[in-house]
Each structure stands twice: as structure tokens, then as C-alpha cells.
């Protein structure tokens, strides 16, 4: 496929280092205003330019992965050069919805959604993918992409920014819990480098328990916990303390935030 992927900033520089590791014989260009940063990107299959122009021209996949405030003005701009017999966009952007971008253009052009997160670069993303009208029918392959990149899941538009939060601002919440683990590790006894590691190999194999055993978390606490023991007086005193209710107020307040 040849893939466009305008604007390389954090998240579109992690969509780009995630493609090219896991794929690396597809077509790219990519784009940014200041490509000092990702020139030594550039290879027989990766274009490095500021001419967006030149990128849609040559690509049949767009990858928009602007800020939401540049999407709409990025379409208007370059509305001739979108052909609905070529093209097929996809916007990482937060709050744009499909029928905004449709509107700003003048051919029927397939426009998807998609929120990775910033683990694209490591090729553990999850992401969130919705569609509408696509003459080209191109769905398998937007999802092939991502799907390169980590896990895929195929929702309704309308919950799109219910998995931004959990999906990609979720990053953000694990790693704070993570660091607060690593924190509790160091005023117990651990150097910041071993607690560091003990933490993160922690957090990796509980995700595998829940990803290969596909049971409820509360399955696997109830495995470790045992009457009296050490675990559960550490997860009554969390509790008392608010964890739970703490983590599910920032994710709705989060999601306010976007809908408002």
C-alpha cells in the first residue's frame, strides 16, 4: 500500500515507526513542517517531505495525524487533490467527526476514525476504528494497518471518544499507577532501576493473565488474596483511600472534557 501519514508529531512519528518495523515494504510518505527531526527516516520506501501536496498525490491511505483544530483547515486546503476513485483518509484527530471531514470535501471520498496510542511504537496499540460510506472499500485495509501496530477493534463512531480515553489517555493513567508502584518499591527497599524492572514485569504478566486466560480481573485478585494475608490489607487500604472511585472519576471527567 502506499500510505501518507501527514504530520509527525509524537503520535504520527509512533505510526510510522510502528509501520515501518512490522512492515517494512510498504509505500510511505510522510510529512512535517520541520523535517529535521525524522530525516534520518528516510529510506528506498519512506519519503520524508514538507510538500503535502506531493504526499496526496502519492498515496492511497492518508493518515491525518494533525491536531483537531488543523484537520478541517488541512481538508479545505487541499480539497482538489482528494479523488474518491484514489484515496481513502483516516484521522487519528480527538473530536472530528467523519461527517465534518465529509462535508469540507467535494468527492465522495472514504473517511475513517481510528485512536491508536502511543504504543504504536512498540507495536502494542490498541486502537479503535469506525467508518462510514467507503466507495473503495478499503475498511480491511485501514484495519491492517493498525492492526501492524497491535490489537484492532471495529466500533460504532458514536463511542469513539469513550476509547480515547480508555484506549489512548489510558496510557497516561497505567504509567502514573506505574510509577506509583515504582515509588512504593523504592520506600520499601528497591533502587529506582530494580523496582522499575519489577514493576513492569509485573504489570505485563497481569495483562497476559487477562489477555490468554480471558477471565475478569477480579478472577485473578481473587488467586493472590488470601485471608489475612498482606495482599488484601494492601487493597482494603487502597480502597479506603479512594483508588478505585479516583480511577473512575478522571476517565468520566476525562471524557467530559472532550464532549464539552
Excluded at 534520518?40 to 491525518?64: C, F, G, P, R
Excluded at 486466560?213 to 489475612?228: A, C, F, S
Aim: aromatic content about 4%.
Amino acid at each position: 500500500m502506499k500510505i501518507g501519514i501527514v504530520g509527525c508529531g509524537n503520535l504520527g512519528l509512533s505510526i510510522l515507526n510502528g509501520i515501518v518495523k512490522e512492515s517494512p515494504d510498504n509505500q510511505i510518505y510522510a510529512s512535517r513542517r520541520n523535517i529535521d527531526s525524522i530525516r534520518s527516516l528516510a529510506s528506498d520506501t519512506v519519503k520524508i517531505t514538507t510538500d503535502n501536496s506531493e504526499l496526496i498525490k502519492n498515496s492511497n491511505i492518508i493518515i491525518l495525524a494533525l491536531k483537531p483544530y488543523n484537520i478541517l483547515p488541512f481538508i479545505k486546503e487541499h480539497n482538489e487533490l482528494f479523488k474518491s476513485s484514489q484515496h481513502t483518509i483516516v484521522s487519528v484527530a480527538t473530536g472530528i467527526v467523519i461527517e465534518e471531514i465529509k462535508n469540507e470535501m467535494t468527492e465522495n471520498v472514504g473517511v475513517y476514525r481510528a485512536m491508536p496510542n502511543t504504543a504504536t511504537s512498540v507495536n502494542e496499540s490498541m486502537t479503535a476504528i469506525s467508518g462510514s460510506e467507503d466507495v473503495l472499500n478499503r475498511g480491511v485495509e485501514v484495519s491492517s494497518i493498525f492492526e501492524t501496530l497491535g490489537e484492532v477493534v471495529v466500533i460504532d463512531e458514536s463511542l469513539m471518544d469513550a476509547a480515547t480515553i480508555l484506549g489512548a489517555c489510558g496510557v497516561a493513567y497505567v504509567l502514573r499507577f506505574m510509577r506509583a508502584m515504582i515509588q512504593g518499591g523504592i520506600q520499601v527497599g528497591f533502587d529506582a532501576k530494580t523496582a522499575t524492572k519489577i514493576v513492569s514485569q509485573t504489570m505485563k504478566g497481569a495483562s497476559e493473565l487477562i489477555i490468554q486466560n480471558g477471565t475478569h480481573p477480579e478472577e485473578e485478585i481473587d488467586k493472590v488474596t488470601t485471608p489475612k494475608g498482606c495482599t488484601i490489607i494492601g487493597l482494603n487500604e487502597m480502597e479506603h483511600a479512594g483508588f478505585s472511585s479516583a480511577l473512575i472519576k478522571g476517565i468520566v471527567t476525562s471524557y467530559e472534557k472532550i464532549e464539552s
